[in-house]
T-cell receptor
């Protein structure tokens, strides 16, 4: 099966600075890479995703990059705000047959943005 | 508007006393998932339903069962909860129409006393 590694496990930044979270995956068959934000006591919320036919995707202050050759993808948050503080999970989709849609998660990054 | 709803949000049960957690969805998605998430860990997939087809993960204990009586509802049954089953239980849904992007509910926090 797929193995997703995520770094760092914790990240502290000053408000207004950028934050970068990196993930690697093991299975070259993976073709969908979502990022989830999980606030305390809530379920994960999809914030951005990227598919293997795209190298970069942006949505306002958030961007994701994908390097298929290196099996590496990253989340970039610019102009961070205190409300960006949360746990961020990367994931990779490995789907064949009836298991289509199965996500493999990284271990999460606790992002803290200090005002 | 809530799309994936979980009830209750907090559940306390006694060691060994069966408990059922509920999930419903208004998205008409054909796939529903149950995840277990322990503190400071990633969600761990327990099983999923693809339409009516049940798919159990190999390492999911027999103590965990699931039912999906219709498209909208899915239940997680824990037959004899142990202290190690205390966790957040997350329900998610996806659809082939939306390339199986997963939408999560808010979770049910289970405490075992």
């Amino acid at each position: 099966g797929e193995n997703v590694e995520q770094h760092p496990s914790t990240l502290s930044v000053q408000e207004g600075d950028s934050a970068v979270i990196k993930c690697t995956y093991s299975d070259s068959a993976s073709n969908y890479f979502p990022w989830y934000k999980q606030e305390l006591g809530k379920g994960p919320q999809l914030i951005i995703d990227i598919r293997s036919n795209v190298g970069e995707k942006k949505d306002q202050r958030i961007a994701v990059t994908l390097n298929k050759t290196a099996k590496h993808f990253s989340l970039h948050i610019t102009e961070t705000q205190p409300e960006d503080s949360a746990v961020y999970f990367c994931a990779a989709k490995y789907g064949r047959g009836s298991t289509l849609g199965r996500l493999y998660f990284g271990r999460g990054t606790q992002l803290t943005v200090w005002p | 508007d809530a799309m994936v709803i979980q009830n209750p949000r907090y559940q306390v049960t006694q060691f060994g006393k069966p408990v059922t957690l509920s999930c419903s969805q208004t998205l008409n998605h054909n796939v529903m998932y149950w995840y277990q998430q322990k503190s400071s860990q990633a969600p761990k997939l327990l099983f999923h339903y693809y339409d009516k087809d049940f798919n159990n993960e190999a390492d999911t204990p027999d103590n965990f069962q699931s039912r999906r009586p219709n498209t909208s509802f899915c239940f997680l049954d824990i037959r004899s909860p142990g202290l190690g089953d205390a966790a957040m239980y997350l329900c998610a849904t996806s659809s082939v129409r939306e390339n199986h992007e997963q939408y999560f509910g808010p979770g049910t926090r289970l405490t075992v006393t």
